[in-house]
Each structure stands twice: as structure tokens, then as C-alpha cells.
């Protein structure tokens, strides 16, 4: 048999090496990628339940790298290359530490009140109060149900006798367990603060390589905002919380509140989420009207929101939008959604995910206007 010519209508077939050679090299690129992202999905499964403690822990690098990278600076004499990441992280650290310590001090204090109290009211009972005869509305009422139903020693007896001994054991097991947990998560977060803080350069130079690689320049400018984003938040929700528990601390204390300090950290771990603070505040001034400090509950709930307007309509959609170009209403969204989704990492994390948003829906825009602008001086050419 003859062979057959090629039909006219079809192009030969191209079976040169070089072709082939490419055809090899874009299958291999393609299971290349799918192998490279198989392993990542699998090392982001095995890591899962220490990503917070990743996440955390660039954050708090992406926060102290200005004031690090000024100080590493001015100290060049410093020997080695640990000890001035090492201070670092033990000082971020004692930011945590310290207010935590105190804290749980004066709750361990509380707790010894407490235990001690429930023994004195099962052997004597529990007199009225001297607050309920100061309530405006219903004092005679609830008087007299507190004089029937605690007065007496056995009916205080069988009321903490009711109690499911059995369920707290279990509530404090989960709790013990929970804060086991947390601290672990707290420690190897800081780890990855000193591993970031004394490789920054290196892990900076990579991260960039990586980004121009796959993104290009577009990737390095989102890289810009995301800290910029985490930057601003810092400013906004940290420091103001911060600025705010301070401040309402010093007020509680002088207006005679019970526990000014732990109130006062209340009310900063509170501020940091917007409009949140008003609980903190609440607490106080009903804390005040029961002891019977009308005037001073009324300067505290005055001065509280005074401060919480300021702070969160004008200092911090300043501090944050400053920061990124992005308006008040999608801060906002980033920090209660993220908060939502997130919960506390999720302060940071909102905010750098809308500041993305709010980048590439920017750029779009921009390109989208100065194409239009284009195709009406061409149609006018």
C-alpha cells in the first residue's frame, strides 16, 4: 500500500523534538503544581491547630519590626545575634504576663472572699444587704423575699446544697483545660515572634521572591497594605483600647468603685472592639448605685461615653482608614465580621482581608475608569 498524502485541509501534524520537548515540560510544570499544592494542603491539615499561634506570632513580628529593626540599628555593638531578639520577645511577652498575673491574682483573691463568704452565710445566714433599701423602686418587696428565703442559715444551706458539685468539677476541668490549651498556643506563638524577629531579613527576602514569582508587583503592593492594615489596627483598637482602660481605670478609681484595676482592664480588653466598651462602663455605674453613689455613677456613665463616641467615631477610623485609604463602614464591617469569624485574631485578620478588598477594588476601578476614558478619545479621534 501506498501512503496516503496529507489532506490539504488539515495542517501536517508537527512532531519536531522541540515540540515535544515543550508538551513534556507542560505536563510536568502542571504536576509539578498540583504536587506542590497536594503538600501544602497537606502540611496546612497537619499544622491546623497551630495556625492561630502562626498567625499570632506574625502579627506580633509585623507590629515590633519598626521599633526592632530602628533598635538593631542603634545597637550594632550587641554580640550575636539572639540577644536583641530575645529581649524583644520577652518584652512582648510581659505585656501579656504581667496584667494576666495580676489578674488572675485578684480573681484567686476573689475566689478565697467567695469561699469564705458561702461558709460564713451556711452557718449565720445572709442579712438584707443595706443597697436594697436604697433602691428607688420595689425595696420593700425585695427586703422582705431576701428576709424569707436567706435570712435563715438552713435556707442558705440548701440553696448551695442544690448546686450540682459534680457539673462544676466538670466546668472547671474544661476550663483548666482550656487555659492548658491557650498557653500552649501563647508560647509557641511567641517562639514564632523570636524565629521572625532574628530571620526577618531572610524570611522578608523570600516572602518577596515567592510574590514577584507568582503575583508580580501586583502581589508585593497587597503585601503593603495587609501590614499597613495591620499597623493601623494596632493603633486604632489596641492603643485606644488601651487609652481608654487607662483613662476610665483612673476614673473608677476615684469615683470609689470596687476594683478599679481589674475593671480598668475590663474595660481596655472591652474598648478594643468598637461600641463594646459601654458594657464595661454599664457594669460600674450599676456597681456605684448599688453602693449608693448616685453622683458618681452618673460622672462615670457621662464620662464613658463621652470617651467611647470620641474614640470610636473620630480617633480610630483616623488611625485605621488613615492608614489604608478605606472607609469607616468597611473597617467596621473587617473588625465585628472578623470578630464573628475569627474571634480575638479576628481584630486583625477582618481588617487586612477588607483592606485587600478595598486595594483590588480600587485598582479595578481605576483601570475600568482609565479604559473608559481611552475608548471616548478614541471614539472623539
Known sequence: MTDQPPSPL????????????????????????????????????????????????????????????????????????????????????LIFLVPMGLFALEAAREAQSVVTWANEARHSGMPVPGWIQRLPLGSATLAGWWQDHLANPDDVSDLLHSFNIGHGMQVTQRVGTQIFHRGVLFIFAILTLFFLLKDGESVTRQCLVVSRRAFGKRGETIAQQIIASIHGTVAGLVLVGLGEGALMGVAYLIAGAQHPFLFGVFTAVAAMIPF???????????????????IAAIAILALGLAVIFIADHFVRPALIGGSTQ???????????????????????????????LHLLWRNWTRDR????LREEADDLC
Open 10 to 93: 488539515l495542517p501536517p501534524p508537527d512532531r519536531s523534538p522541540f515540540r515535544l520537548m515543550r508538551e513534556r515540560h507542560r505536563v510536568q510544570r502542571v504536576a509539578r503544581f498540583l504536587l506542590a499544592m497536594f503538600f501544602t494542603l497537606l502540611a496546612l491539615y497537619t499544622i491546623r491547630g497551630f495556625l492561630p499561634s502562626l498567625i499570632w506570632g506574625g502579627i506580633f513580628a509585623i507590629v515590633a519590626w519598626p521599633l526592632y529593626a530602628a533598635t538593631r540599628e542603634r545597637w550594632k555593638s550587641l554580640p550575636g545575634g539572639t540577644i536583641l531578639p530575645l529581649l524583644f520577645t520577652t518584652g512582648i511577652a
Open 276 to 294: 463594646c466598651a459601654v458594657i464595661a462602663v454599664a457594669a460600674v455605674t450599676l456597681m456605684l448605685l448599688v453602693k449608693g453613689a448616685t
Open 326 to 356: 478605606m472607609p469607616f463602614l468597611w473597617v467596621l464591617t473587617g473588625i465585628l465580621g472578623g470578630v464573628e469569624s475569627w474571634n480575638l485574631l479576628g481584630l486583625f485578620v477582618g481588617p487586612a482581608i477588607m483592606s485587600v
Open 369 to 372: 475608569v482609565q479604559d473608559g
